[in-house]
Structures are given as C-alpha cells and as structure tokens.
C-alpha cells in the first residue's frame, strides 16, 4: 500500500506534543490590530491546545506524526 500524504498546509500551522495533543496559534492576530482589545491581542500570543473535536480532524491530515 502506498504512503499516506500529510497535507502541506497541515505541517507548518500545527505540532504534536509528547502526549499527543495537537498545538496551534492563536486566531485573529494578523492584521487590523487596532481595533482589538489589548486583552484580546495579549492572550492570543503563542500557542495552545487544540480542543478535542477539532484534533480528530486534524489527524486525519497527519497520518504519520506521531
């Protein structure tokens, strides 16, 4: 059987951690930051944990990343 592809946008956007729970950044931190709260823009710095319903659909893009 041949390999399975892992998607190429899927590589640089999100990361596996040691246990197995998928890390990504923050959303809406890119532009037009002007009119976001201070708040907003200090919480989405880094990275985080995704939730549990959404990594089941971003594994199926990462087969072999273990």
Known sequence: ???M???SS???RFKRTGTGKILMNAA???HILSS???KMK???RG???MSVADQTI???FMPYDR
Do not use: D, F, L
């Open 42 to 44: 200090r919480q989405a």
């Open 58 to 60: 971003v594994r199926k």
């Open 1 to 3: 059987m041949p390999k």
């Open 36 to 38: 976001k709260s201070q």
């Open 5 to 7: 592809k892992t998607k």
């Open 10 to 12: 899927v590589k640089g």
């Open 28 to 30: 809406y931190k890119r």
């Open 47 to 49: 990275t985080r944990v």
